[in-house]
Nanobody
Framework: QVHLVESGGGLVQAGGSLRLSCAASVSSFSINAIGWYRQAPGKERELVATISSGSSTNYADSVRGRFTISRDNAKNTVALQMNILKPEDTAVYYC???????????????WGQGTQVTVST
């Protein structure tokens, strides 16, 4: 099982910064990619940034150059540093992990409960 807990959301003015963190509790799984998705009201959930077990990163075009994802494999944590925040970044941010079972090798998706990020004008 993989249990994800996010922290670090909040309210910030446009142009400001926030740092999101996600801690993974892992049992009988290894984590492949881990990262962040977001969902704004009335919109579909979208990828923000992911990082592989080998530290390859992938960013949405809308955040590239402003957000930075990092990972600590030893601690099973992932962080998202968000700079130059814009009102359109307002959303619930979800931590996501792709876990591979030790037994059988099947891959599953795991989600955190979400943390609200609100960027005011």
């Amino acid at each position: 099982q993989v249990h994800l807990v996010e922290s670090g959301g909040g309210l910030v003015q446009a142009g400001g910064s926030l740092r999101l963190s996600c801690a993974a509790s892992v049992s009988s799984f290894s984590i492949n990619a881990i990262g962040w998705y977001r969902q704004a009201p009335g919109k579909e959930r979208e990828l923000v940034a992911t990082i592989s077990s080998g530290s390859s990163t992938n960013y949405a075009d809308s955040v590239r150059g402003r957000f930075t994802i990092s990972r600590d494999n030893a601690k099973n944590t992932v962080a998202l540093q968000m700079n130059i925040l814009k009102p359109e970044d307002t959303a619930v941010y979800y931590c996501h992990a792709q876990g591979r079972a030790y037994y059988g090798g099947l891959v599953y998706d795991f989600w955190g409960q979400g943390t609200q990020v609100t960027v005011s004008t």
